[in-house]
Each structure stands twice: as C-alpha cells, then as structure tokens.
C-alpha cells in the first residue's frame, strides 16, 4: 500500500484558492460586446463575433463550474479523510481500552 | 455603410480586458498545490489541476487573438471608411458640377474616378471582414457544446474532430513528377493553397524548393516539410495526408504533404475555411508576396505580371463571385489532345483560385485550374482567358514577383 499523508489546512486553503479564482473568472465576463451589422459593416463578421463571444463566454462557464468542482472536490476528500482520522482515533482508543482491560492496566 | 470603428476598438479591448483577467486567473491556480498531500487521489489532483492550468491559457490566448484581430480590424475599418467618406463626398461635388455644366468633362472624371474608388475599397473592406472572421472562427473551431457543464474531473476542450487520413509513403519524393498538371485539389476548399503549390511546380527553381522543403524521417516514419512564418522557417513533420484533399495522378502526392503541414501551420482543423494566395505563397516560399489589381482607369498591370512570370516568380489569381450561379461561362483557348489551340466554351469558378501560367502581351492570361484533370469546370490543362474576361473574372492576383 502507498504511503499517505496530507495537511488538512494545505487542503481547505487550495480549495479556498479555486474558489477564488472561480471569483476572478467571473470578472472575466465578455459582457456588452458590440455586436451588428452597422458596427461592423460586415453582417458576416458581426454574426461572427457574436457566436464567438458566445463560445468563449460558454468556456468561461465551464472553467468557473472546474474550479468550484476542485475546490468542493477537495473538501470532499479532506472530510473524508477527517472523518477516517476520527473514527481510527475512536476505534484505535476503544481497543486501547479492551487491551488495559485484558492486561489490567 | 461603413461601421464604427470606435465601437469595434471597444469590443476587442473587452476581449483584451477578458484576457488579461483570465490570464491572471490561470497565475493564481498555477499556484494552488497542496504540497503536502501524498498518495492516489493527489495523483489525480494534480493531473485536473494541470489540465485546469492549460485550459485556462487556451482561453486567455484565444481572448487576447480574438482582441487583436479585431483591433486589426477597426483600424482598417478606419482607413477604409475614411477613404468611402472622402469618395462619397467627391461624388456629389462633382454630381453638384454636373448640375451646374453638364458639359465639364472634368466633373464626369471626378465622379467615376470617386465611384470607382468607392466600389474597390467597399470590395475590399468586405475582403478584410471576411478574413477577420474567418481568423476568428478558426479560434473556437474545435469548440462543441459537449463543452457546456464541464465538470471536476475537467474533461477538457474536445479534441479537434479526427480526420480521415491516408498513408504516405516514403518514396513520394523520389517519385514525384513535379508537373503542375498532374495536381488535383481534391475535395478540400483550399484552392488558394493547392493553385499556390501548382504555381511552385512550373519552373525548376520551385520544383528545388519544394523538393529542399521536404525531407523523409525514416525513424519516424513522416517528412519534415519547412514552411515560413513572416519568412523565419518553421518546420511540421507529417506523417498522413487528409483523406479526399489534394492528389497527384490520384494518388498522394507533394501537394498532398504540403496541404497536411499547411494544415498544422495554419491550425486548422481542416483547410476548408478558405484563404488568401498572397497568405499561402509567402508561407511555401518564405518570400514577401504582392498583389496586383484592376486598377481604376489603369486597368491590370499586365507588363508587371508578365515580367514576374518570365523571372520564375508564383502567381496565383483569384476569381470574383458571380452575380448569377457559380461560374462564368466564357469561350477560352484551350489546347486540344492534338497539341493545337482550339476556341472552347468553358466554365471559369467563383470564389476560386488559379494559378497563372503565363500572360500574354495583349493581356489575356493562360491559367491552370487546381481542380486537376478532367475537371467538371474546364476539363483540365492550362486555358487562356482574354483580357476582357480576365477583367470582368478576376479581382485580384497574388505574385511572388520582385524577391529575386
């Protein structure tokens, strides 16, 4: 079995970090681009632009939902990861308890 | 109408302003790492949290070239609705004078030298859209909407649909005939790239640089094909041709190496987005390329072209799209089976490039459809338009002329 070992606070500040940039992707909206014809004078170009602010805003979504994902994901397993120190904790004492019943300690 | 360039200056630095937000997103997840976290599930981590890193520098790059493609866009908006206001206005000075003296030659010059520039720079200005969207498409082209609600784990950017590719083998070069009219476009829109090789393929001189531009890689299996960025080599290594693209006598060829590192170069995910010969001649030959055009009132510098071709210089014309249908139909001259010259009834393609043969003294033109042998249009084999179709057919000429 591999060898296991993980700060929890490295954890939930990395998590705490996507979150952040989640925030800093949102600022990143392409919102009131110009768009139309007489902008351009191009009805191809200017259908174009509007498709292609489209796509990249579609990716930004994406990327905000991956950083948040990362972020949750990462709590996800440090709670997992907690919950499984705990419960050892407990069942490690519980037969630390039965052993100093059984040799009398 | 003739745009506001004001407002499509604003819309590329959205663009820039998106881009450079991004850009710092990707400098803070760059530096998220949990340093002390071992084990599988780290593993995973950091191989998302890289693929996260890389596709938020896709996404700022392609910000930032979407911006300065239109930046490049709003200056020539600019110049060139400077240019239509400056021709309207002669216009109706010189429609004020011809109210006052309908006689004034003067004021009748004046109007169609202003009509005319106005109806060239219009044409061109259309050209300059085109290629912005063109470049600006080609920047979300492998986009689908499998990219919506994309998820941890990040799947990433779909890969660019796979082509369907052949083989090429590695005696391609020691076989190759080198002859212009052994090259069929095939059913790739890349007429201005394959009409561009063809144009290398008629003196020796090209059929040496084309032939110094490949080299087989035996460990690897592919050649290494040398094409220019803004004339700096740059080189692709090739490994299969694009399945239905260009051909010589049927079979994969030189022009079929070309288009497939042409492909790469351009990033592309296939070549059928269109282009320009000037583009695809200063790319294959490293050289600045120029463009000759139906001047007003001077018509085509046809001593210019001609000296061009007799130095060894590519030359490749583009066709105008016809008002009507998708060809014109034009009595040309065409050699026969025979070796003679015979009057032929033809079709000449819009929207099309052709590489230029030669060009006569009287002005009329022999060209070589990249279509190939047998093709549904001309029928193959170098045809010559005359001048008077020429200028009613072509609207603008790419050379590498003036480089030697």
Known sequence: ?105 | MTGDPSSVLLAAQLHRSAGNLTSEAGVTASSLQVETWTGLASLAFRHTRTRFVSMLTDQTNDLRSAADLITDYAVVLRERGAVLETARAEVQAGWAKLRTNPLDPRALFDVLAAQSTFRITQAKLRSDGDYTADALYALIASDTPRTWGLTWPPEGWPEPGSLQTVELDEDILENASFDQENVSQGGIGDCYAIASIMALMQTNEGDQQLRDNLRWDAARSGYWVTLYDDGEPVRYFVDKGQLGGATENGQPGIATIYEAALSQHLGFTDLDDGGYPEDALAVLTGSSTKTYDDRPWLGWDVGGMRSDVADGAQLVASTRKPDNGDTWSIEATQRSTGGANETVTLDVVGAHAYTIVKVEQDGSVWLLNPWGSENSADGGGPFRVSAKDFNTIFHTVASTGGNS
């Not at chain 1, 351009?40 to 990249?56: D, K, M």
């Open chain 1, 1 to 105: 079995m591999d060898t296991f070992e993980v700060d929890y606070a490295d954890m939930q500040d990395t998590a705490t970090g996507f979150r952040d940039v989640a925030t800093e992707l949102r600022q990143a909206a392409l919102v009131s681009v110009p768009v139309g014809q007489g902008v351009y004078a191009h009805a191809r170009l200017a259908s174009c632009v509007g498709e292609v602010v489209q796509a990249l805003e579609d990716r930004r979504a994406a990327l905000i939902a991956s950083a948040e994902g990362l972020a949750e994901n990462l709590d996800t397993c440090r709670t997992v990861y907690v919950t499984s120190d705990t419960v050892g904790e407990a069942v490690i004492g519980e037969l630390t308890k039965i052993w100093d019943m059984v040799t009398g300690r």
